[in-house]
């Protein structure tokens, strides 16, 4: 009966709470290499996956694409991400870019959900543990470059629901080209925001036939002019 015992408790031995022998390959198996060698490889596969228009603009060493590119390069977790994330980060980026000349070094390792935080916005960008991108909310200042487009890279954020970007009394930024086309890819995106952004001419028609999932749209403030899309009857909801 001794034996007996002694053989059972040995049998439960490893599956004890304070046995902890069992976690240490765990911990090992979650270490990744973030040395710039490595950084570099993730990013070369990363670059090779990217649609067209992007592999052109990154092309151009001035463009925001490139400056994007050069960003993620710097952050010491980019070999952790999943590869949505490197599109995230990589999309906001382009994005920031594009509305302000360049990344701030300060900016590298700070959660993206934080870089257009405003006390004016309505709902936070992130939502849920994974921290995807739902709602993007951009308030234009003084800081603002004086001319700008959206990029179509902001198409990478599958799961966004709304779009604003709204102008202030202290910002003279022309939103030029309207809304990139690739943005009618967004299955979830039913809310677009575009006031006192000083938007120009007629209504595209390729806003009423692309983006038929909107329930919402503002582009109130602006210097429109003509009548509405022929097709506008598109817009279901």
């Not at 400056?67 to 994005?95: C, G, H, I, P």
């Not at 921290?131 to 470059?145: G, M, P, Q, V």
């Not at 487009?149 to 709304?162: A, D, G, M, R």
């Not at 009394?169 to 309207?178: D, H, I, R, Y």
Request: charged residues 20%.
């Amino acid at each position: 009966l001794v034996l007996l015992a002694v053989g059972l408790v040995l049998a439960f031995l490893p599956t004890l709470p304070w046995n902890t022998e069992e976690e240490d390959p765990v911990k090992d198996d979650a270490v990744v290499d973030n040395s710039l060698e490595a950084r570099q490889q993730t990013l070369k596969e990363f670059q090779s996956h990217l649609p067209t228009y992007t592999q052109k603009a990154l092309k151009d060493l001035a463009s925001p694409q490139w400056q994007a590119l050069s960003f993620l390069e710097k952050d010491l977790y980019l070999t952790a991400y999943e590869e949505w994330e490197r599109l995230q980060v990589f999309a906001l980026a382009t994005l920031y870019t594009s509305l302000y000349g360049s990344l701030p070094e300060e900016l590298v390792g700070i959660d993206e959900c934080e870089w257009f935080s405003n006390p004016a916005n309505i709902r936070p960008p992130c939502s849920g543990v994974t921290k995807r991108y739902h709602h993007l909310e951009i308030c234009l200042d003084s800081n603002t470059a004086s001319a700008t487009t959206i990029p179509p890279e902001v198409s990478f954020l599958e799961n966004l629901k709304s779009f604003s970007v709204r102008g202030t009394p202290s910002a003279t930024t022309t939103l030029e080209g309207w809304l990139p086309t690739e943005l009618g890819l967004l299955q979830h995106w039913t809310e677009v925001v575009m006031s006192n952004v000083n938007l120009q001419g007629t209504i595209p028609p390729y806003i009423t036939s692309s983006f038929t999932n909107l329930e919402i749209i503002d582009w109130s403030h602006n210097q429109l002019s003509g009548t509405l899309p022929d097709d506008i009857s598109n817009l279901k909801n």
